[in-house]
Nanobody
Framework: QVQLVESGGGLVQTGGSLRLSCTAS????????TGWYRQTPGKQRELVAE???????NSANSLKGRFTISRDNAKNTVYLQMSSLEPEDTAVYYC??????????????WGQGTQVTVSS
């Protein structure tokens, strides 16, 4: 099992910045990708950005240039730096880890979510 603990959400004004953190614990050696998704009421959860265990990143095209994902392997932590925030970025942000253990299927783990609210 993998546990993901998020922090860093909150209320910010338009144009402001926030940094989200996601720290993984448990059987983390099998994790292949860690990322951030976001969800607003009535909409599907969408990928924001993800980073592989090898450091390769992938992010939503619409967010490139404003959102940056990074990782600190020594701390088992992935960060999402968000800048130039807009009211449309208001959502619950979820940390996600995908991993495979003992040759089994790819498994998904989710954090509890952290609210980001951008005021206009």
């Amino acid at each position: 099992q993998v546990q993901l603990v998020e922090s860093g959400g909150g209320l910010v004004q338009t144009g402001g910045s926030l940094r989200l953190s996601c720290t993984a614990s448990g059987i983390i050696f099998g994790i292949v990708t860690t990322g951030w998704y976001r969800q607003t009421p009535g909409k599907q959860r969408e990928l924001v950005a993800e980073v592989t265990s090898g450091g390769k990143t992938n992010s939503a095209n619409s967010l490139k240039g404003r959102f940056t994902i990074s990782r600190d392997n020594a701390k088992n932590t992935v960060y999402l730096q968000m800048s130039s925030l807009e009211p449309e970025d208001t959502a619950v942000y979820y940390c996600n880890a995908k991993g495979r253990w003992a040759g089994g299927p790819l498994l998904d783990f989710w954090g509890q979510g952290t609210q980001v609210t951008v005021s206009s």
